[in-house]
């Protein structure tokens, strides 16, 4: 296929903290369910600081692979097949020539393969090991979960990793539409994955002394910081012409995306930075401020994160910011990190598919500075024809997407 396509969403998988499959995941947080508890996946946990994190709960891999398979599959990369699966299961594609040729597989990731790295490390320095398993460095790369990906569907076409610390799904979800739209693929496979809660990565996220001791509380007064989640999600994009001619159902369409840099510092927010992307998104989707009723918003529960993001969106969309649903789903499902940006997509198409804004939970009372209407603590029905999904990233790096209601 060649030209410029209108791109539709026609399956969605995902793996996380609120259930092992969208229908869980939608249904808890519609009901503002919290994904969040005490730390149970590395040893030792009481030596941590942080005790409480998102994590994906009672995942048996047994139940989705063969024993003989693990050997070379991280958390990560099992995250990923399995949302990758739902997905493809749920578009009803079969990927057979020259289909498997012509589809792409792009997968963000922040970290790749820490509970393999967690584990080498743990090997060499603490139990004085000379040797680590074998295949340690194929399971920890960060490309891992999208080889894994295009192995396990045969999936033949350009398959590669994105790795831009929390924009790194909303890059390659960004990345798939472009490609599909331009005709240069003609289905792709993508989203995010992670699997950070490990020992030596909570260590390292305590040293930034940005968490919250027990529960994330976006744009609310009263808030202390973020909490770390895992898990993946997975969608897939097509043509419309394409999915219309096998009368596939369609859950949403991809109108625009948008990038930016900060340029200006590693670690702290921009508001430039954030205004650049979300407009680059609306010019793209060619929509206006006016168009768009609801925004899943980076919202990580820190005080400059929210902050700026609530003054970028009031520059971005100027006075209709008011009249925005906001919410963040990170208070129920922590910071997946490079999976949050695909886990949050979803949850954006569903919003807009079922007319429901999910809620932003843990919201105590306003604070002066986050002054705009964040869905405080239970879902909200409302006609939603159009919605962005902000991702913004250690880095300086910004990504955000603009989806419509198919019609």
């Not at 790295?117 to 680590?132: I, N």
Request: proline residues 5%.
């Amino acid at each position: 296929m060649t030209g410029v396509h209108r791109v539709v969403v026609t399956g969605l998988g995902a793996v996380s903290p609120l259930g092992h499959s969208v229908a869980a995941y939608w249904d808890n947080l519609k009901l503002g369910k919290s994904g969040l508890g005490p730390i149970t996946l590395t040893p030792a946990p009481e030596e941590l600081t942080q005790k409480v994190a998102a994590e994906v709960k009672d995942f048996d891999p047994l139940k989705h692979f063969a024993e003989r398979q693990l050997s070379t599959l991280d958390r990560v990369s099992q995250f990923a097949v399995v949302a990758a699966r739902e997905a493809i299961a749920q578009s009803g594609l079969t990927f057979d020539m020259p289909l498997s040729l012509r589809t792409a597989t792009i997968v963000g990731t922040g970290v790749g393969g820490q509970t393999t790295l967690d584990e080498s490390f743990r090997r060499v320095y603490l139990e004085k090991r000379t040797r680590v398993f074998p295949l340690t460095i194929p399971k920890l790369m960060a490309n891992a979960p999208a080889s894994q990906i295009s192995m396990d569907c045969g999936l033949r076409g350009p398959s590669f990793a994105v790795a831009s610390a929390c924009a790194s799904a909303t890059h390659a979800i960004g990345i798939a539409f472009h490609m599909v739209r331009a005709g240069l693929v003609d289905c792709a496979v993508t989203g995010g994955t992670e699997a950070c809660i490990t020992f030596g990565t909570v260590r390292g996220w305590e040293a930034m002394r940005v968490m919250a001791p027990d529960v994330c509380r976006p744009f609310s007064k009263g808030r202390m910081g973020l909490v770390l989640g895992e898990g993946a999600a997975a969608m897939v994009l097509e043509p419309l012409e394409r999915a219309q001619a096998r009368n596939a159902t369609i859950l949403g369409e991809i109108v625009g995306f948008g990038m930016s840099a900060d340029a200006a510092d590693l670690t702290a927010p921009d508001l430039g930075g954030m205004v650049r992307a979300m407009q680059a998104a609306l010019d793209d989707a060619k929509l206006g401020p006016a168009d768009i009723q609801y925004v899943n918003a980076h919202g990580t529960g820190t005080a400059a994160n929210d902050e700026t993001e609530t003054k970028a969106l009031h520059a971005a969309f100027g006075p209709h910011a008011k009249k925005l649903a906001i919410s963040s789903t990170k208070s129920m499902i922590g910071h997946a990190l490079g999976a949050a940006g695909a886990l949050e997509l979803v949850a954006t198409l569903l919003a807009v598919r079922d007319g429901i804004a999910p809620p932003t939970i843990g919201y105590l009372e306003p604070d002066p500075a986050c002054d705009l209407d964040y869905v405080p603590n239970e879902a909200r029905a409302l006609p939603i024809e159009a919605a962005v999904s902000n991702s913004f990233a250690f880095g300086g790096l910004n990504a955000v997407l603009a989806v419509k209601r198919f019609s």
